[in-house]
């Protein structure tokens, strides 16, 4: 099944636009084993979410053991819910080969963020998946994105916008959507107005201190769709007891039925 096709299952299957972040922190956790804990916020989250999102950093950080986490995580994952492979990865034309190998192949994900400060060869690997979701990094939600993706061109065009606008030429297999900060609202509304079309993967909201209302007003398309809502930490250290599973479906059925009734105020 292609990303977007299990993306749009998921989603209306749930009821949602909401994506949870597994990112395991072994500070912020309670006294389980990482793998208990990935589990246990599956099967807490499993019916409230549209996709999951491991971010590879925290796996790499523990080494081999932390890709058998991965993996196993991955596995324990439902079928139907498609999973973003979030590395940002970038590299020349032969090595990004290995990491779209690596990512869609050898992992299993749906969907990878990808960085494009490389050019077209070092995301064409990823776009020849045709079935799996690739994220180009445009406006990330981080303080430093100003630092580069602010940058004017000649034409007065910062470079986020460029991204935008080359992302629509590169994007013949229909498989490329695009990484929007919630923190930035002005340029995901431009964002969204210069592609109407692909999805958006939109992290920030939470402990980034992204605006939740705007992030919807701004990010979904004119169906109310298309955009994937990432949260990590507002939904999985809410208890650092027994309790923590409990505690983390209450905060994402709780941001879930936020972002539903946003939507359905825009729709109307």
């Known amino acids: ?152 061109n000649s034409r007065g065009m910062p470079l986020y916008e460029a991204v935008a606008r080359k992302t629509r030429e590169w994007n013949v297999n229909g498989n490329i959507g695009l990484v929007v900060g919630a923190t930035y609202t002005k340029e995901l509304k431009e964002i969204r107005q210069l592609c109407p079309e692909m999805p958006f993967l939109i992290p920030g909201i939470g402990a980034q201190g992204g605006d939740l209302a705007s992030t919807v007003k701004y990010g979904v398309d004119a169906q109310g769709g298309n955009a994937i809502i990432a949260v990590s930490r507002q939904i999985l250290y809410n208890s650092q007891g027994k309790d923590f599973a409990q505690a983390a479906r209450h905060s994402a059925q709780e941001l879930r039925d936020n972002i539903n009734k946003l939507v359905s105020q825009i729709i109307r």
Not at 52 to 78: M, S
Not at 113 to 120: A, D, H
């Open 1 to 152: 099944m292609r990303f977007v096709d299990k993306l749009l299952e998921a989603g209306s299957r749930n009821k949602s636009l909401l994506c949870v972040g597994l990112d395991p922190d072994p500070a912020l956790m309670p006294k389980v084993s990482l793998l208990e804990f990935n589990r246990a916020i599956v099967d807490a989250t499993a019916d409230l979410v549209c996709a999951y999102k491991p971010n590879l950093a925290f796996y790499e950080a523990l080494g081999i053991g932390g890709l058998e986490l991965l993996q196993r995580t991955v596995e324990h994952i439902p079928d139907y819910i498609p999973i973003i492979g979030d590395g940002k990865r970038g590299d020349i034309g032969n090595t990004a080969k290995a990491y779209a190998k690596a990512l869609f192949v050898t992992f299993g994900f749906d969907a990878a963020t990808v960085s494009p400060y490389l050019g077209f060869d070092s995301v064409e690997p990823f776009i020849d998946y045709r079935d799996k979701g690739v994220f180009i990094l445009c406006r990330t939600s981080n303080p430093g994105a100003v630092d580069f993706q602010s940058l004017v």
